[in-house]
């Protein structure tokens, strides 16, 4: 496929498996990234629970973006109230209150079925990508491979099952 060229929303958990496979600098150097601040505090939390290859340096990390976007408290709160939007943790909700009022040709990566379901629901099957997908279109081969669900399989595998209303 060939490389998107527009903006690439991306949630904490792809950011951390990028890091963790040593793909981050390969990601953000081919793509635009962009993250919101919810998802940037997701990156740094946790960190007694990753092994080092997971740690993740805040200023290298805003350094590395294409854009970063503080947290639309409006529009959060209006998915809040949004029935699908109960089932998204704080930083999904923070990254689709961003993404849904954009009008470019943004793209975003996740590895979480309940965030995948929302945009999906929303009519975004095409803007819905996974990190596996994203590396494959620059030739980059990660090594430890991904976790599975940041592969192409785990994705299509969801939205087969929700075309199929098994969802």
């Not at 949630?11 to 919101?36: F, K, P, Q, T």
């Not at 009022?101 to 099957?125: E, H, L, N, Q």
């Not at 980059?140 to 994705?155: E, F, H, M, T, V």
Request: aromatic share 6%; charged share 25%; with cysteine.
């Amino acid at each position: 496929m060939p490389v998107h060229r527009g903006p690439v929303l991306t949630d904490a958990n792809s950011v951390i498996e990028a890091h963790r496979v040593g793909a981050w600098a390969a990601l953000s150097s081919r793509y635009r990234i962009v993250m919101v601040e919810k998802c940037v505090e997701e990156t740094q939390t946790g960190f007694q629970n990753r092994r080092p290859e997971e740690t993740i340096d805040r200023t290298s990390l805003v350094g590395s973006l294409s854009e970063y976007h503080p947290d639309d408290r409006v529009r959060i709160m209006e998915l809040q109230l949004d029935p699908g939007g109960t089932v998204l943790d704080a930083g999904e909700m923070s990254l689709w209150a961003h993404a849904l009022p954009r009008t470019d040709d943004w793209v975003i990566c996740g590895a979480d079925a309940a965030s995948m379901r929302f945009g999906y629901a929303r009519g975004k099957r095409a803007r819905l990508v996974n990190l596996g997908s994203l590396l494959a279109d620059i030739g980059y081969r990660p090594d430890p491979p991904l976790r599975g669900n940041y592969g192409k399989a785990w994705l299509d595998d969801l939205i087969h099952r929700m075309v199929m209303g098994l969802l």
